[in-house]
């Protein structure tokens, strides 16, 4: 049971537009949100992660939404660029005690295009 | 700072053999994990530590998997005895509790 799922396989946008890159959770318990970046033949990196107690966090060109209502969050890169190229992971847990649990979506490609 | 640090980067073993792959955590951090990715299944978290101790090993797919930590600064993984279908990449990654950081892997291939 796919508890983070990430529907679109994979994602092709023009350099210089907004790349959109949807995530759905079905565990209403899940209270952290993350995003992870991935090349080829190296481990994920670590983007941009949102408590559930917000609704959109920042950090340049990368912004996460959290609509908690839909258990939907989205990343946007605005402007894409060529080497954001990669796959690109959702991820949840739930805080809860010693949990750091992640459950991870199986990913969508992003391909930008010169 | 040094990230993550995993050995091997590739490994190419026959079935039937004892793998062992090792990784060292971010320098600080007290919590460790080890991945598993396959095209199938995307990445499985297999077992986690927080202070040397292990947390959750409910991903451990069986017992010819073990994971030890003996101090802070070096967890292992071990195969014994490996299977094909062991074939994958692994992962190791450290924590403070927040956002996790991922070594290079190791890409096994038991033939």
């Known amino acids: 049971d796919q508890q983070v799922k990430q529907n679109s396989p994979s994602l092709s946008v023009q350099e210089g537009r907004i790349s959109i890159l949807n995530c759905d959770y079905t565990?209403?318990?899940?209270?952290?949100f993350l995003w992870y970046k991935k090349y080829p033949a190296e481990g994920p990196t670590f983007l941009i992660s949102?408590?559930?107690i917000k609704d959109k966090n920042e950090d340049g060109r990368f912004t996460v939404f959290l609509n908690k209502s839909a258990k939907h969050l989205s990343l946007h890169i605005v402007p894409s660029q060529p080497g954001d190229s990669a796959v690109y992971f959702c991820?949840?847990?739930?805080?809860?005690?010693?949990?750091?649990?992640?459950?991870w979506g199986l990913g969508t490609s992003l391909a930008v295009n010169p | 700072d040094a990230g993550v640090i995993q050995s091997p980067r590739h490994e190419v073993t026959e079935m039937g053999q004892e793998v062992t792959l090792r990784c060292k955590p971010i320098?600080?951090?007290?919590?460790l994990f080890w991945y598993r990715q396959t095209m199938m299944r995307g990445l499985e978290l297999l077992i986690y530590?927080?202070?040397?101790?292990?947390?959750?090993d409910s991903g451990m797919p069986e017992d010819r998997f073990s994971a030890k930590m003996p101090n802070a600064s070096f967890s292992t993984l071990k195969i014994q005895p490996s299977e094909p279908r062991d074939s994958a990449v692994y992962f190791c990654?450290?924590?403070?509790?927040?956002?996790?950081?991922f070594g290079p892997g190791t890409r096994l291939l038991v033939l």
């Open positions: 990654a450290s924590s403070l509790g927040g956002p996790q950081y």
């Open positions: 320098s600080g951090h007290d919590y």
């Open positions: 530590f927080n202070n040397n101790v292990p947390i959750d």
């Open positions: 565990n209403s318990m899940f209270d952290y």
């Open positions: 949102i408590s559930s």
């Open positions: 991820a949840a847990s739930t805080n809860a005690g010693n949990n750091r649990k992640l459950i």
